[in-house]
Protein backbone atom coordinates (compact mmCIF):
# COMPACT_ATOMS: atom_id res chain seq x y z
CA UNK A 1 0.00 0.00 0.00
CA UNK A 2 1.19 3.13 -0.88
CA UNK A 3 2.16 5.62 1.99
CA UNK A 4 -0.38 8.53 2.43
CA UNK A 5 0.77 12.13 2.29
CA UNK A 6 -0.06 13.68 6.01
CA UNK A 7 -1.67 16.51 4.45
CA UNK A 8 -4.16 13.78 2.82
CA UNK A 9 -5.15 12.40 5.63
CA UNK A 10 -8.82 12.16 6.70
CA UNK A 11 -8.10 13.49 10.23
CA UNK A 12 -6.09 16.47 8.23
CA UNK A 13 -9.31 17.96 5.91
CA UNK A 14 -11.41 20.53 7.29
CA UNK A 15 -13.68 19.02 4.24
CA UNK A 16 -14.48 15.77 5.45
CA UNK A 17 -15.84 16.71 9.14
CA UNK A 18 -17.72 19.64 7.33
CA UNK A 19 -19.55 16.60 5.05
CA UNK A 20 -20.39 14.54 7.89
CA UNK A 21 -21.62 17.14 10.34
CA UNK A 22 -24.01 18.46 7.08
CA UNK A 23 -24.81 15.11 6.61
CA UNK A 24 -25.99 14.27 10.21
CA UNK A 25 -27.48 17.50 10.62
CA UNK A 26 -30.06 16.81 7.73
CA UNK A 27 -30.70 13.72 8.73
CA UNK A 28 -31.91 15.47 12.43
CA UNK A 29 -33.86 17.95 10.98
CA UNK A 30 -35.00 15.04 8.43
CA UNK A 31 -36.37 12.78 11.55
CA UNK A 32 -37.67 16.14 13.23
CA UNK A 33 -39.53 16.89 9.82
CA UNK A 34 -41.13 13.97 9.48
CA UNK A 35 -43.85 14.51 11.58
CA UNK A 36 -45.22 18.08 9.63
CA UNK A 37 -44.54 16.18 6.43
CA UNK A 38 -41.57 18.37 5.05
CA UNK A 39 -37.85 17.05 3.82
CA UNK A 40 -35.75 19.21 4.86
CA UNK A 41 -35.34 20.99 1.14
CA UNK A 42 -38.81 21.62 1.64
CA UNK A 43 -38.32 23.28 5.22
CA UNK A 44 -35.76 26.08 3.60
CA UNK A 45 -38.03 26.82 1.18
CA UNK A 46 -40.83 27.15 3.70
CA UNK A 47 -38.45 29.51 6.15
CA UNK A 48 -37.52 31.61 2.89
CA UNK A 49 -41.41 32.19 2.47
CA UNK A 50 -41.56 32.59 6.08
CA UNK A 51 -39.54 35.38 5.78
CA UNK A 52 -40.64 36.81 2.37
CA UNK A 53 -43.97 36.17 1.49
CA UNK A 54 -44.20 35.91 -1.96
CA UNK A 55 -41.46 34.98 -4.50
CA UNK A 56 -40.89 33.57 -8.04
CA UNK A 57 -38.31 30.98 -8.91
CA UNK A 58 -35.34 32.73 -10.11
CA UNK A 59 -35.21 34.78 -6.63
CA UNK A 60 -35.70 31.71 -4.51
CA UNK A 61 -32.87 30.18 -6.83
CA UNK A 62 -30.75 32.75 -5.97
CA UNK A 63 -31.60 33.00 -2.82
CA UNK A 64 -30.99 28.97 -1.71
CA UNK A 65 -28.42 28.35 -4.41
CA UNK A 66 -30.54 25.99 -5.74
CA UNK A 67 -31.04 25.22 -9.62
CA UNK A 68 -34.63 25.83 -10.92
CA UNK A 69 -34.63 22.21 -11.78
CA UNK A 70 -34.18 21.10 -8.72
CA UNK A 71 -36.74 23.67 -6.95
CA UNK A 72 -39.73 22.40 -9.72
CA UNK A 73 -40.64 19.05 -7.93
CA UNK A 74 -39.97 20.84 -4.32
CA UNK A 75 -42.86 23.52 -5.27
CA UNK A 76 -45.13 21.08 -6.89
CA UNK A 77 -44.92 18.71 -3.39
CA UNK A 78 -45.57 21.94 -1.45
CA UNK A 79 -48.07 22.88 -3.46
CA UNK A 80 -49.94 19.56 -3.25
CA UNK A 81 -49.75 19.48 0.37
CA UNK A 82 -51.65 23.35 0.30
CA UNK A 83 -48.80 25.12 1.57
CA UNK A 84 -47.92 27.56 -1.55
CA UNK A 85 -49.41 28.39 -4.55
CA UNK A 86 -47.66 28.64 -8.05
CA UNK A 87 -49.18 30.84 -10.42
CA UNK A 88 -47.96 32.49 -14.15
CA UNK A 89 -46.93 35.73 -13.69
CA UNK A 90 -49.25 38.19 -16.23
CA UNK A 91 -46.09 39.91 -17.47
CA UNK A 92 -44.22 37.22 -18.11
CA UNK A 93 -45.61 34.05 -18.72
CA UNK A 94 -42.14 31.77 -18.30
CA UNK A 95 -42.31 32.97 -14.46
CA UNK A 96 -44.09 31.86 -11.65
CA UNK A 97 -45.34 33.57 -8.54
CA UNK A 98 -45.50 31.58 -5.49
CA UNK A 99 -47.15 32.67 -2.23
CA UNK A 100 -47.85 31.14 0.80
CA UNK A 101 -51.52 29.79 1.68
CA UNK A 102 -53.37 29.85 4.87
CA UNK A 103 -52.39 26.82 5.69
CA UNK A 104 -48.36 27.49 4.73
CA UNK A 105 -48.12 30.26 7.14
CA UNK A 106 -50.34 28.05 9.74
CA UNK A 107 -47.18 25.60 9.30
CA UNK A 108 -44.68 28.03 10.73
CA UNK A 109 -46.42 28.12 14.18
CA UNK A 110 -46.30 24.09 14.20
CA UNK A 111 -42.66 24.35 13.50
CA UNK A 112 -41.27 26.85 16.10
CA UNK A 113 -39.85 23.48 18.26
CA UNK A 114 -37.64 22.45 15.19
CA UNK A 115 -34.47 25.40 15.76
CA UNK A 116 -34.70 24.74 19.50
CA UNK A 117 -34.61 20.84 19.09
CA UNK A 118 -31.39 21.18 16.88
CA UNK A 119 -29.62 23.35 18.92
CA UNK A 120 -30.12 21.26 21.77
CA UNK A 121 -28.80 18.09 19.67
CA UNK A 122 -25.72 19.94 18.47
CA UNK A 123 -24.94 21.06 21.83
CA UNK A 124 -23.59 24.99 21.16
CA UNK A 125 -24.87 27.37 23.05
CA UNK A 126 -26.49 30.18 21.72
CA UNK A 127 -22.56 32.21 21.24
CA UNK A 128 -21.56 28.93 19.65
CA UNK A 129 -23.93 28.88 17.37
CA UNK A 130 -23.74 32.62 16.55
CA UNK A 131 -19.83 32.39 16.16
CA UNK A 132 -20.13 28.97 13.71
CA UNK A 133 -22.75 30.74 11.55
CA UNK A 134 -20.61 33.41 11.30
CA UNK A 135 -18.23 31.39 10.16
CA UNK A 136 -19.56 28.98 7.59
CA UNK A 137 -21.06 32.53 6.10
CA UNK A 138 -17.75 33.39 5.86
CA UNK A 139 -16.63 30.51 3.98
CA UNK A 140 -19.36 30.74 1.67
CA UNK A 141 -18.43 34.51 0.55
CA UNK A 142 -15.56 33.39 0.02
CA UNK A 143 -16.08 30.43 -2.05
CA UNK A 144 -19.01 33.07 -4.20
CA UNK A 145 -15.08 35.39 -4.23
CA UNK A 146 -13.83 32.60 -5.85
CA UNK A 147 -16.39 31.87 -8.39
CA UNK A 148 -16.93 35.51 -9.81
CA UNK A 149 -12.54 35.69 -10.51
Not at 63 to 88: C, M, N, V, Y
Request: glycine fraction near 4%; charged fraction near 25%; proline fraction near 3%.
Amino acid sequence: MPEVHEQLRLKNQLCFPIYLCAKEITRLYGDMLNEFDLTYTQYIVMQYFWEIGSSNVKELSAALLLDPSTLTPILKKLEAKGFITRTRSHDDERSLSIALTDRGCALQDKVMAVPVKMEECIGLDSDECSQLGTIIRKILNNIEKEKIS
